[in-house]
């Protein structure tokens, strides 16, 4: 990634600017929540959208940040597959 300025007053304002957008999303409700690691060089986002909403708000980061996107779904949904996919390997067994 591109090297953040190693001068105090360039650091704070491109942080500025990324805080800026930060803030902006979290209004807009696009990320719900966004935090900092304790090596304070890294840290999470939580949001939601569609691939395309979040390939565009993880691009206005670029080149200073990267980004490692996890796709999730909810627990009750993860129990809801699960018993689909067993109930579906029982039937394939029984064949």
């Known amino acids: 990634m591109a090297p953040f300025p190693m001068d105090p007053e360039g650091s704070l304002a491109l942080n500025e600017k990324m805080w800026a ?3 902006d999303l979290m209004k807009k409700g696009i990320l719900s929540d966004f935090g900092f690691f304790l090596d304070g060089t890294s840290g999470y986002a939580i949001g939601e959208g569609t691939g395309e909403v979040v390939f565009k708000n993880v691009s206005m980061f670029l ?3 990267k980004s490692e996107v996890h796709e999730i779904i909810s ?13 579906a390997l029982i039937e394939a067994a029984k064949q």
Not at 75 to 87: P, T
Request: zero cysteines; charged letters at 40%; a neutral charge.
């Open 21 to 23: 957008a930060l803030d």
């Open 63 to 65: 080149p200073f940040m």
């Open 75 to 87: 627990y009750e949904k993860g129990k809801e597959l699960g018993r689909e996919v067993a109930k």
